[in-house]
C-alpha cells in the first residue's frame, strides 16, 4: 500500500457527528505527524487537524476548534478524526496525510512528495 486509506464520511444532518479513519499499511504512522485536510468543490485543500508523534500535540485550524478531535492508536496504525456538531460549511472530501517530521507542520504544510489518498466523502446537509 503506497498512499493512505481514509473512511468514515458519509451524509449527515447539521449538529452530528462522524468519525473519520486515516489507515496506512506501507510504513508506521507512529513516526510521523499526521495532517486530516478537506476541499470542497471549486476550492482549494485546506489544513484541518494535526497530531506530532514526538509529543502527541494536537492542531486545529479556527473553523474546527471545539468540534473536531484528532487522536491515533497506534497498535491499529490508524489516525482518527473525530467530528462534532458538524455544520453545512464541513462539506467536503477529507484526506490525511503524514509529514516527514514528528512535528506538525506550521500552516499544515506538506512537502509535494506527500502522499494522497481517494478521501472520503463528508456531506453535511439537512
Known amino acids: 500500500q503506497l498512499y493512505p486509506v481514509e473512511s468514515g464520511g458519509g451524509l449527515v444532518q447539521p449538529g452530528g457527528s462522524l468519525r473519520l479513519s486515516c489507515a496506512h499499511s506501507?510504513?508506521?504512522?507512529?513516526?510521523?505527524?499526521i495532517v486530516w485536510f478537506r476541499q470542497a468543490p471549486g476550492k482549494e485543500r485546506e489544513g484541518v487537524s494535526c497530531?506530532?508523534?514526538?509529543?502527541?500535540?494536537?492542531y486545529y485550524a479556527d473553523s474546527v476548534k471545539g468540534r473536531f478531535t484528532i487522536s491515533r492508536d497506534n497498535a491499529q496504525n490508524t489516525v482518527y478524526l473525530q467530528m462534532n456538531s458538524l455544520k453545512p460549511e464541513d462539506t467536503a472530501v477529507y484526506y490525511c496525510?503524514?509529514?516527514?517530521?514528528?512535528?506538525?507542520?506550521?500552516?499544515?504544510?506538506?512537502?509535494?512528495?506527500?502522499?494522497w489518498g481517494q478521501g472520503t466523502q463528508v456531506t453535511v446537509s439537512k
Open positions: 497530531i506530532a508523534s514526538n509529543d502527541g500535540s494536537t
Open positions: 506501507g510504513f508506521t504512522l507512529e513516526y510521523y505527524a
Open positions: 496525510s503524514a509529514a516527514d517530521t514528528s512535528s506538525c507542520p506550521v500552516g499544515f504544510a506538506l512537502g509535494a512528495s506527500a502522499s
